[in-house]
């Protein structure tokens, strides 16, 4: 079982910057692959980015804003995010897919952290 943490969410003005963090636990983090989604009141579950051994890409939404990385040595990834508009209001997840491949599809993912909310005030 793998355990996920995200942090570094809060309120921020429009053009502004924010970083989020997640710590998973566990020793196969550095096979998995790790997406960032995020769900804002009414909407669905948002593809944001993923990182793994092959493949790094972002949703076109945030592409040019956001970045995101991973330090396998701390089993954190973070999501870098930037230029931020009010249209990134959201709770934002953490999330571990075992396969490794690297998948915008929310349901590839097997863990998931509670979420932490990003507010973008305009």
């Known amino acids: 079982q793998v355990q996920l943490v995200e942090s570094g969410g809060g309120l921020v003005q429009a053009g502004g910057s924010l970083k989020l963090s997640c710590v998973a636990s566990?020793?196969?983090?550095?096979?998995?692959?790790m997406g960032w989604f995020r769900q804002a009141p009414g909407k669905d579950r948002e593809f944001v980015a993923v990182?793994?051994?092959?493949?790094?890409y972002y949703a076109d939404s945030v592409k040019g804003r956001f970045t995101i990385s991973r330090d396998n040595a701390k089993n954190t990834v973070a999501l870098q995010m930037n230029s931020l508009e009010p249209e990134d209001t959201a709770v934002y997840y953490c999330?571990?897919?075992?396969?490794?491949?690297?998948?915008?599809?929310?349901?590839?993912?097997?863990?998931w952290g509670q979420g932490t909310q990003v507010t973008v005030s305009s």
């Open positions: 990182i793994s051994w092959r493949t790094t």
């Open positions: 999330a571990a897919d075992r396969t490794s491949y690297g998948s915008s599809a929310w349901r590839d993912y097997d863990y």
């Open positions: 566990g020793r196969a983090f550095s096979t998995y692959a």
